[in-house]
């Protein structure tokens, strides 16, 4: 009697376990039926940024992506065009001329705001204890030889944007309007990277250099430095030094940059949950700060800094989307 039972008895419970267990979750449909391209600006915040939410986008939308490797400019015309989906970082007011052509065409649109970046010209505080009446840009003018441009000792060097960034006609303008064209050369690093080698070997033998850069990054995060003083902020002025025509450019501190995300329009239409997910995206300046802070220390890639910060903010990353899609999100972090 008891081996007749046996089977019956372990056939219920396996029953029951089954019938108590969970079903599994199912894999989601990306509302889209192609990848989903980001456009890779290249500087780190933008990098870590679009590995972000590619991680969020694959794992917990069911999306495929790819990256788009370009330049500011170029990537918003391919975003006008949806050659790509999604730009992370958009500075509007750093491209306000083209950012309004581009938002007016109907063909994109900036939601969400990311965080707000900064801009400035820069020297190490150590150069400022050297030179303590240098404390405005426009100062300038009295220390080329301490900043001699070693390929024009006579001029001074101004280490500027990379080539091809928007930020190139900024400078430039800039430059003119403190009068400072015949004394400086505005030089425009070849890339980001070479921009930032340039700098750090500067700071660590302790040379005087002047220099544009932008916040959040980790190099202004790490240095001790002074950013120099402008005169204050006037958005008439600063349109103007926008533009590349500018003809008589006045001098005025750089903006301050709230940071959206651009989408194309027609992209956005067809995948209302995916845009839902980037408008409500933004991040706390102490998490992209500590973040970029980690990939600089560590020596990491902006792949790997996206997954740390996946790691170390789920509390943040966790408002942007619904509970099953952070689950999945959170289920492909575990297995990693």
């Not at 015309?77 to 001329?97: F, H, K």
């Not at 001790?224 to 590349?244: I, R, S, W």
Request: contains cysteine; aromatic residues 10%.
């Amino acid at each position: 009697m008891r081996k007749k039972l046996y089977v019956p008895v372990l056939g219920a419970l396996a029953l029951a376990c089954a019938l108590a267990a969970p079903a599994a979750q199912a894999a989601p449909t990306c509302e889209i039926d192609r990848p989903v391209r980001f456009s890779g600006l290249n500087w780190e915040s933008n990098l870590v940024l679009a590995g972000i939410e590619r991680f969020v986008v694959e794992h917990g939308y069911g999306c495929k992506t790819s990256v788009e490797i370009g330049e500011t400019l170029p990537m918003l015309a391919a975003l006008q065009r949806g050659d790509v989906d999604v730009t992370p970082e958009v500075w509007p007011g750093q491209i306000e001329s083209a950012w309004k052509k581009a938002t007016d065409s109907g063909r994109v649109i900036g939601v969400g705001h990311v965080y707000d970046a900064g801009e400035g010209w820069y020297v190490p505080r150590y150069t400022v204890e050297r030179h303590p009446e240098l404390k405005q840009a426009a100062d300038l003018a009295r220390f080329k030889e301490v900043f001699a441009d070693p390929e024009e000792p006579n001029r001074g060097r101004i280490y500027g944007c990379p080539a091809g960034w928007a930020c190139g006609t900024l400078n430039d303008n800039l430059l003119r309007a403190l009068k400072l064209e015949k004394d400086y050369t505005m030089f425009a690093p070849g890339s980001g990277a070479a921009q930032k080698a340039a700098i750090v070997s500067a700071y660590k033998r302790k040379r005087d250099i002047v220099f544009y850069y932008w916040t959040p990054t980790a190099l202004v995060g790490a240095l001790d430095l002074v950013k120099l003083e402008l005169p204050a902020f006037d958005q008439q002025a600063y349109t103007c030094m926008t533009d590349p025509k500018c003809a008589n450019p006045v001098a005025t501190e750089f903006k301050p940059n709230p940071v959206v995300t651009g989408l194309n329009a027609d992209f956005a239409k067809q995948a209302p949950q995916l845009a839902a997910f980037f408008t409500k995206l933004s991040v706390p300046d102490e998490a992209i700060d500590a973040t970029l802070g980690w990939l600089e220390n560590e020596g990491k890639e902006p792949e790997e800094a996206a997954q740390y910060f996946l790691r170390q903010y789920g509390t943040v990353w966790r408002g942007w989307v619904p509970a099953d899609v952070a689950t999945r999100v959170q289920a492909a972090l575990d297995k990693q």
